[in-house]
């Protein structure tokens, strides 16, 4: 009787842990997509085959493609809060390899930015990927570019921490705030930039020359003289036309006073 109610009191947990693992599958299933919140211009996700237009308030699941046009822009927002953008000429798979969750993107190519969300100060780590990276990240915003064929990849800091590392050539660099790096296709990781030196750089090459082309304005001018020249041209001996300068005339002579009566 004892050893009944043993098994009895056994099987009756299992049941209402099974029951609450069925009810939340859809719920599961449902945290596991990413929301559009925003969705400007040709915005796409390929499924059966074919490219379905996304809307405000559609959900990408895990392994579809988002892909946008020239004039495409989208916002998506996932379970934990974090965010991402998509930007014009993109292609980008939404969580490649469940049950990693870790994954969020794989960059095919085309520009994104993340925002991810720390987890009441617990480290959040997410991976974003591209045909020759791995960016590694535990709560920061940073933005990833495949730029051409090769698989290219541009990775630049905002906010936090980012590992990269390179796909081919291994090794793996740690870029902080205002740093940026580009990986390229079969060739060891290159020296980190700091964006914020060469957005000084390219400010001082605008100035300078905005100060030499108000120079050239104010200094260009010849003197001031007592009439237009006039321009004419003569042909050299090589037949070019050269251009001659004919001064002006001089100021006539004052008439003569009248006779005396």
């Known amino acids: ?9 056994m099987v009756r947990p299992l049941l209402v842990a099974a029951a609450l693992v069925v009810s939340l599958a859809p719920l599961q299933a449902q945290d596991t997509a990413a929301k559009a919140l925003v969705i400007n211009g040709d915005v796409s996700v ?21 892909k946008t046009g020239p004039d495409g822009y ?9 965010t991402f953008e998509v930007f014009p000429n993109s292609q980008v798979v939404f969580r490649a390899n469940p049950p990693n969750w870790k994954d969020l993107l794989d960059v095919v190519i085309g520009r994104v930015k993340v925002y991810i969300q720390h ?3 617990v480290p959040n780590p997410n991976n974003v990927s591209s045909p020759t990276a ?10 990833v570019s495949v730029e051409d064929q090769d698989g290219t990849t541009f990775v630049s800091v905002d906010e936090g921490l980012v590992a990269v590392r390179s796909k081919m050539a291994g090794g793996e660099v740690l870029l902080q705030p205002t740093e940026s790096i580009r990986v390229f296709k079969n060739q060891p990781l290159a020296q980190r930039m700091d964006k914020s030196s060469i957005a000084r750089a390219v400010a001082r090459a605008i100035q300078d020359a ?11 001018g010849g003197g001031v003289g007592t009439g237009p020249a ?7 001996p090589q037949g070019d036309k050269k251009p001659t300068t004919t001064a002006p005339a001089p100021p006539s002579a004052p008439p003569p006073p009248p006779p005396a009566p």
């Open 46 to 66: 390929l499924r059966d085959g074919g490219p379905w237009a996304l809307f405000e308030g559609n959900a990408v699941r895990p392994q579809q493609i988002v």
């Open 230 to 236: 006039s321009t004419s041209g003569t042909t050299g």
């Open 134 to 143: 791995v960016i590694s990240v535990r709560g920061t915003v940073f933005e």
């Open 210 to 220: 905005a100060r030499v082309a108000l120079q050239r304005q104010v200094g260009g």
């Open 1 to 9: 009787m004892i050893r009944r109610m043993t098994r009895s009191g």
């Open 119 to 121: 987890l009441s100060g």
């Open 74 to 82: 989208a916002r998506f927002q996932v379970s934990d809060g974090s």
